[in-house]
Structures are given as structure tokens and as C-alpha cells.
């Protein structure tokens, strides 16, 4: 199982095929919501993409050279001899619950912060609120809501669901957003 729905290595493949281009442009290759690709773009301005303004006031959006450095990292095919309906085919269009157990069992402390995992994963934070909830509801999860932030730890519920998962680790090959990211 991908660990989520389109990669950054290839969500950068993507984007060189048609750069510069508008956010809608590039919503429209993804099988992801125009506002998924925004905020995605807003969370690489700087280091994979840069943006102008265009006429109309919209930006326009190109892969940095560390971006063009990712792509060149990965084996793909070229976009333009690619069915990226097929290539992207498959792939779960929500957030797999696993994926966010096992952020939290790989985190150094016992207690997680909800903002250590929007971070980490590459989804926007209400989507991960939303489904933290309905773990720590079913039992998967503790919260202590204490603090400023929520805080998280796996229970023995949420320890059992990850070991017996058949996807163990739910990430693939891509790192996740705060690994190795270049300024």
C-alpha cells in the first residue's frame, strides 16, 4: 500500500511535464483535489517548487533545482508516454489509519503532538485530525488533550492493529516531509 496517494518524488515528475503551471493545471494529472495539490505546493514553495504571480493574479508553478534533483533520484517513465490514470490507479484516496500508527510508534517519545504528524505527513492537518479521532474513538489511540496541542500514544489496541496489519510498515520508498528536506 502507498503511503500516500501520490508521492513527492512523483508529484515533482508531474509538475516538470507542465511547468510553469496553475495549481487547477496540475489538479487535473493528480488524482488529488485541487486544494490537496495547493497545499502541497505551498508546503514545497521554496524548496522543490518556486512560484510567480501570474497576469490574473493566480501563480504559476515550477520544480527548483532541488526538485528536479528529486525526480532524477526516481526510476520513472517518462509523463508524456505515461497513463498517469493507470499509474495512479489503486491507490487508497484517504489517509490509511496505519500510516498514522506507525508515525507515532516511530516518534522518540511516548506522547506524539498532533503537530509533529501534519508535519510528517502529507496530508492536510483537518484530514488528519479527522482521522486521529476516530482512532483514539475506536480504542487505537490515547489522547491527552491537556495541552496546547493534542497529544498521542498508541494503546495496547493500537499496538495489536499494527503488528497484525498486513502492511507493517505502510510507507513506501518516499521520505517523509521533514526528512531530508532541502532549504
Not at 129 to 146: F, Q
Amino acid at each position: 500500500m502507498s503511503y500516500s496517494l501520490v508521492t513527492d518524488e512523483e508529484f515533482c515528475w508531474v509538475l516538470e511535464s507542465i511547468e510553469p503551471a496553475q495549481t487547477g493545471r496540475l489538479a487535473e494529472q493528480l488524482p488529488t483535489s485541487e486544494k490537496g495539490v495547493y497545499m502541497r505546493l505551498r508546503r514545497f514553495d521554496g524548496a522543490y517548487v518556486s512560484r510567480e504571480a501570474a497576469d490574473s493574479g493566480v501563480y504559476c508553478w515550477s520544480l527548483t533545482e532541488a526538485g528536479r534533483d528529486l525526480v532524477d533520484e526516481v526510476d520513472l517513465p517518462p509523463v508524456d508516454e505515461t497513463d498517469l490514470e493507470a499509474h495512479f490507479a489503486g491507490r487508497s484516496t484517504s489517509i490509511n489509519p496505519n500510516a498514522l500508527l506507525h508515525e507515532i510508534a516511530i516518534q522518540d517519545d511516548e506522547w506524539v503532538p498532533s503537530t509533529v504528524l501534519y508535519e510528517a505527513l502529507p496530508y492536510a492537518k483537518s484530514t488528519v485530525r479527522k482521522r486521529l479521532n476516530k482512532l483514539h474513538d475506536a480504542g487505537a489511540l490515547d489522547r491527552d488533550a491537556s495541552r496546547r496541542t493534542n497529544h498521542w500514544r498508541l494503546t495496547a489496541a493500537g499496538r495489536e492493529r499494527l503488528a497484525n496489519a498486513d502492511d507493517h510498515d505502510p510507507r513506501d520508498a518516499s521520505k517523509r516531509i521533514y526528512e531530508e528536506r532541502p532549504y
